[in-house]
């Protein structure tokens, strides 16, 4: 994605001058697995990429942040989809993106040998239906789905009761059960009985449950200054190297959190895109910094345990 940084968001007719203009990695699987690459997790990226610039340019993106690239299919019809987005002076953004050249995964594109060799699959359901049918191989197969959503279509209806651990924003949640708060939202998409279902609420945190018969439970958001809140979403699917490490649910939720409000807080207003993702320190530093937040000490103890100092 590029980034672009001016006084405000302009409405139309109107010409705006550019503060500054920055060229990042994103998109939603790409941002959440550079996350987990970032947080000492092992992970592997699967898409469909050519040689183009753009294509290189991911690749080598993820790379350095500690990601298995070796599963890119090579397409030279392919290519990422690329968005320009502008952010004010506030943080308010608008994305423009161009999926021409996005050529989406298919069932046959993934191995048994490599969705068996997985705790947990991410899977983002901007690609639409075709997403559908890789779902439905993973889950033949017994492994667990961590499920985004991305725009509300009978597709994404389909898609959603897949899904083992389903993270979606509120927009959606909203929109899929019809309701008007996102615990409503929450209770409805839990119904299906998955593992767990979290709706994310911005500066209100988030809201989530283990299933239908379970209370629906809050999180509040973390508080900090907020520079950049462009791809904290994505980040907070942090949250699948926590399901993939065996945490409950509630650090799980707690550790995603974790992972973005450090991304929002851009490096103390330094830094952008994927050069704001946290790194296990942040997290831990962040925890240790914020004795109110419910359930920090538990969870830096299970850090701990996996990463003794």
């Given at each position: 994605?590029?980034?672009?940084?001016?006084?405000?968001?302009?409405?139309p007719?109107?010409?705006?001058?550019?503060?500054?203009?920055e060229?990042h990695?994103?998109?939603?699987?790409?941002?959440?697995?550079?996350?987990?690459?970032?947080?000492?997790?092992?992970?592997?990226?699967?898409?469909?990429?050519?040689?183009?610039?753009?294509?290189?340019?991911?690749?080598?993106?993820?790379?350095?942040?500690?990601?298995?690239?070796?599963?890119?299919?090579?397409?030279?019809?392919?290519?990422?989809?690329?968005?320009?987005?502008?952010?004010?002076?506030?943080?308010?953004?608008?994305?423009?993106?161009?999926?021409?050249?996005?050529?989406?995964?298919?069932?046959?594109?993934?191995?048994?040998?490599?969705?068996?060799?997985?705790?947990?699959?991410?899977?983002?359901?901007?690609?639409?239906?075709?997403l559908?049918?890789?779902?439905?191989?993973?889950?033949?197969?017994?492994?667990?789905?961590?499920?985004?959503?991305?725009?509300?279509?009978p597709?994404?209806?389909?898609?959603?009761?897949?899904?083992?651990?389903?993270?979606?924003?509120?927009?959606?949640?909203?929109?899929?059960?019809?309701?008007?708060?996102?615990?409503?939202?929450?209770?409805?998409?839990?119904?299906?009985?998955?593992?767990?279902?979290v709706?994310?609420?911005?500066?209100?945190?988030?809201?989530?449950?283990?299933?239908?018969?379970?209370?629906?439970?809050?999180?509040?958001?973390?508080?900090i200054?907020?520079?950049?809140?462009?791809?904290?979403?994505?980040?907070?699917?942090?949250?699948?190297?926590?399901?993939?490490r065996?945490?409950?649910?509630?650090d799980?939720?707690?550790?995603a959190?974790?992972?973005?409000?450090?991304?929002?807080?851009?490096?103390?207003?330094?830094?952008r895109?994927?050069?704001?993702?946290?790194?296990?320190?942040d997290?831990?530093?962040?925890?240790?910094?914020?004795?109110?937040?419910?359930?920090?000490?538990?969870?830096?103890?299970?850090?701990?345990?996996?990463?003794?100092?």
């Open positions: 994605m590029i980034c672009c940084i001016s006084h405000l968001i302009p409405p007719n109107v010409k705006i001058s550019v503060e500054a203009r060229h990695g994103g998109g939603p699987a790409c941002t959440a697995i550079a996350a987990v690459g970032m947080l000492q997790g092992r992970s592997a990226y699967s898409v469909r990429l050519g040689e183009d610039e753009l294509s290189v340019y991911v690749k080598n993106q993820l790379s350095q942040r500690h990601v298995d690239t070796t599963y890119i299919i090579r397409d030279s019809e392919a290519a990422p989809y690329h968005s320009i987005i502008t952010v004010d002076l506030e943080g308010n953004r608008n994305v423009f993106y161009d999926d021409s050249r996005f050529r989406p995964l298919v069932s046959e594109d993934l191995t048994d040998a490599l969705i068996l060799s997985s705790k947990l699959i991410l899977l983002d359901h901007f690609s639409g239906s075709a559908t049918e890789v779902a439905k191989k993973i889950r033949s197969l017994g492994v667990p789905i961590l499920g985004d959503i991305e725009g509300c279509s597709s994404a209806r389909q898609f959603i009761e897949l899904i083992d651990h389903l993270i979606v924003p509120c927009e959606f949640a909203l929109w899929a059960s019809g309701s008007a708060s996102p615990r409503d939202g929450c209770a409805y998409l839990a119904q299906t009985g998955r593992a767990a279902t709706v994310s609420a911005g500066s209100d945190g988030c809201y989530y449950t283990t299933g239908p018969d379970k209370c629906i439970m809050h999180f509040p958001a973390s508080k200054d907020a520079f950049d809140t462009n791809g904290c979403g994505d980040t907070f699917h942090g949250f699948a190297l926590a399901v993939a065996d945490f409950l649910l509630e799980a939720v707690l550790f959190s974790a992972a973005a409000a450090v991304k929002a807080s851009g490096r103390n207003g330094t830094k895109g994927w050069d704001a993702l946290p790194t296990l320190k997290i831990i530093f962040l925890l240790r910094s914020c004795p109110d937040i419910p359930g920090r000490s538990q969870l830096l103890k299970r850090i701990a345990e996996l990463h003794p100092q």
